[in-house]
């Protein structure tokens, strides 16, 4: 059944691929302003309530750090912040998501708990943090497993979307949200979590 998964995975990170080209062309996005690699995945906002749902999940407490790995706008993490009180960090490789994210954060007054770096997330110590956020194409979250082997017993992993495959899920909740691109029309948006130790299952 595992390997029926990872190929309907495969199609659903085919299928999303082709629904941000798509939102990419109508209408077209602004040029990009800063310099540095382009990201690996184009940028989809987190629908408010997913982002709710998200944290909720998670359990997110004052005592947290979050991590939030392809920060985008920084939502996550300002609502950690105001809502919970967390501290948290958001990574990006996309120097106008590093600005976009860096001005809502000092728009919320959240300065004080949340920073951004721009980094590539794969070269990311993930060990400070408490929780992860994802919201990431399943071939990256895989790619990740090495950094989240080594996260503390307890912490949590939650994504958008995309499981990991051959990590077995704590839990997983559908959420419906509107579609970025027709915001009229909703769509079932997934969350799924997991608790440290992460541990590939066997045959992987």
């Not at 209408?27 to 982002?51: C, E």
């Not at 497993?145 to 051959?166: A, T, W």
Request: charged letters at 25%; hydrophobic letters at 40%.
């Amino acid at each position: 059944m595992r390997r029926r998964r990872f190929r309907l995975a495969d199609v659903t990170a085919v299928a999303f691929s082709a629904a941000l080209a798509l939102s990419c062309s109508q209408p077209a996005p602004p040029a990009r302003t800063g310099s540095g690699p382009a990201p690996d995945i184009g940028y989809v906002p987190t629908p408010q309530n997913v982002v709710d749902k998200m944290l909720d999940v998670a359990e997110v407490k004052p005592t947290d750090v979050i991590y939030d790995l392809g920060c985008g706008d920084g939502r996550i993490l300002v609502t950690a912040a105001k809502r919970y009180g967390a501290r948290g960090v958001g990574f990006d490789i996309d120097p106008d998501r590093v600005a976009e994210s860096r001005v809502n954060v000092r728009n919320a007054g959240v300065e004080d708990r949340v920073t951004i770096e721009q980094k590539n997330v794969f070269e990311v110590d993930l060990t400070p943090a408490t929780v992860i956020a994802l919201y990431l194409l399943p071939n990256l979250n895989v790619r990740l497993i090495p950094q989240l082997e080594r996260l503390k017993p307890g912490s949590r992993v939650v994504s958008h979307d995309f499981d990991i495959d051959g990590v077995k899920p704590a839990g997983e909740w559908g959420v419906m949200a509107p579609k970025p691109s027709d915001p009229d029309k909703l769509r079932e948006h997934k969350v799924f979590l997991w608790r440290a130790p992460i541990r590939r299952e066997k045959g992987y």
